[in-house]
């Protein structure tokens, strides 16, 4: 039934188009300057599952994709960045998602994610860890899940309740912070770890927190099991009830954002997989959200 092997780790959100706009002058509402506009894969889903195939492990993608021609282009990217496609649900009737967005030399400008379709798809894209393709409430899952925020706010509260999920090593991340309060059932069920920058922190509990410490003891005092908050090239902090690690990332010069913070879980994941302990895997994940926005690492 289980058919992954010890290197997969279940990539289960959005996975969809990235339509890019990049400026190197700073900017603002109405401005009109000149600049690269680029189409990749992305989706909080995919940017995960791209760093951990850097890291030599093999994502496994759980995600809607409509059979369309963007939705066939996508799946053949996928395919060649090493990812498995094969437990994608693509539906006939619904399109390929596409994120937009606009950055400068200031930051992300502003963006848009239209995720509808993943929205719609619903359970369907939880299939094969129900049916038995990966799992099932009766053998559930015991691997790694990275789990983004696009999906719908019932949804997910029926994962962090479902025993299709009981053993699974759940780590989340909201997607943006206009989705972090989807992600309040993984306070309240205690399942998850999470990973949150300090924006997404405040909206979760209803707070405003100065420092990634604070919000991490916010996080941890409604329930939450294991959290990361971070806070762009600020101190970030890896917490849980028995420990809080802070540390500082490289200093860097910024030349992107767009997909950081899912660089750094991904980053994590893959040290913690290796066998790194709490130390080195932040300092890892840290150091390769770095390079990224730096614009080192590749996309």
Request: hydrophobic share 45%; charged share 20%.
């Amino acid at each position: 039934m289980n058919q992954t092997a010890p290197s997969d780790i279940l990539c289960i959100g959005s996975v969809l188009w990235d339509v890019i706009g990049r400026a190197a002058s700073h900017m603002r509402q109405g401005s009109d300057v000149p600049g690269r506009i680029t189409r990749l894969p992305g989706g909080v889903a995919m940017n995960i599952a791209m760093t951990l195939a850097r890291f030599g492990l093999r994502p496994v993608l759980l995600s809607a994709i409509g059979k369309d021609p963007e939705g066939d282009e996508l799946i053949d990217a996928c395919r060649k960045l090493g990812m498995e496609t094969a437990h994608v649900y693509r539906s006939e009737d619904l399109p390929t998602d596409r994120y937009m967005a606009v950055e400068g030399a200031n930051g992300l400008i502003a963006a848009i994610a239209d995720a509808h379709s993943l929205e719609e798809a619903g359970d369907k894209i939880l299939r094969p860890l129900t049916g038995g393709a990966l799992g099932s409430e009766a053998q559930p899952y015991e691997g790694i899940v990275a789990l983004d925020g696009n999906l719908t706010k019932s949804l997910l509260e029926t994962i962090a309740q479902s025993p299709a999920f009981a053993r699974a090593d759940l780590r989340v991340a909201p997607a943006s912070p206009g989705k972090a309060e989807r992600l309040l059932p993984f306070l309240s069920s205690g399942r998850a770890t999470l990973y949150v920058n300090l924006e997404e922190a405040g909206l979760l509990c209803q707070d405003e927190f100065s420092d990634t410490e604070a919000a991490a003891a916010g996080l941890l005092s409604r329930g939450a099991n294991r959290v990361l908050v971070t806070d762009g090239g600020r101190a970030a902090t890896e917490a849980d009830q028995d420990r809080m690690l802070t540390q500082v990332p490289p200093q860097v010069l910024v030349t992107r954002v767009t997909g950081a913070g899912d660089t750094f879980m991904a980053a994590h994941l893959a040290a913690e997989h290796a066998g790194a302990d709490r130390d080195a895997a932040l300092e890892s994940a840290l150091r390769a959200a770095a390079r990224y926005v730096s614009g080192e690492m590749p996309l």
